[in-house]
Structures are given as structure tokens and as C-alpha cells.
């Protein structure tokens, strides 16, 4: 199986996402901010990437910028603030979803 890393800064959902992507089989990390994401994707790469928009310390889509992060990495952002332009762009940026 795979590895996912969940970059969502409410605790509650980010541990209810690890639980039910665990409970497919993969492994599963958690970051709550952008430089925490990095971080753990610096050490293990992850296979997908749930990726919530608004963070602390900046915005999702940041990490687009860090392709060498993002080489075997499909991404899916997850968003309470969800518009047209804000789905068009992140699958323009690379997102699965």
C-alpha cells in the first residue's frame, strides 16, 4: 500500500482523514502547516497528498511550487472555501481532485 500525508491545520479533521485512509491499508502522516508539510514530505515522500487550502502559515497551493516535492505525488485539495476559480486553478496546478 501506499503513503499519504494529510496537511490540514483542525486537528479533529486531519485525525479523522488518517484514521480512514489507515484504515484502506496505507500509512499515513500529518502535518497542520505548510513548513510541517515540507518537512515530512522531505523525508518520505508520499504516494497522495490531501491538501487542505488554507493553512497558518500560508496557502495550499504553495507547495505546487515545490515540484521536486511533488515529482510521484498526486494531490487533492481540500477546501471549506471552495469556488469555481479555486477548483480550476489547483487542477491547473497539477491536483487530481
Known amino acids: ?9 483542525e486537528p479533529d479533521a486531519a485525525r479523522m482523514l488518517a484514521a480512514l485512509v489507515a484504515r484502506e ?3 499515513v502522516a500529518t502535518a497542520g502547516s505548510l513548513a510541517d508539510a515540507r518537512r ?3 523525508m518520505h515522500a508520499p504516494d497522495l497528498l490531501l491538501l487542505d ?3 497558518p502559515d500560508g496557502n495550499g497551493f504553495a507547495l505546487f511550487s515545490d515540484k521536486d516535492l511533488l515529482a ?3 494531490v487533492v485539495l481540500m477546501t471549506g472555501q471552495a469556488s469555481l476559480e479555486t477548483s480550476i486553478e489547483a487542477l491547473r496546478m497539477g491536483a487530481a481532485d
Not at 500500500?1 to 491545520?9: F, S
Open 1 to 9: 500500500m501506499g503513503h499519504a500525508l494529510i496537511v490540514e491545520d
Open 25 to 27: 491499508g496505507h500509512t
Open 53 to 55: 487550502l488554507n493553512l
Open 72 to 74: 510521484d505525488t498526486e
Open 40 to 42: 515530512f514530505m522531505a
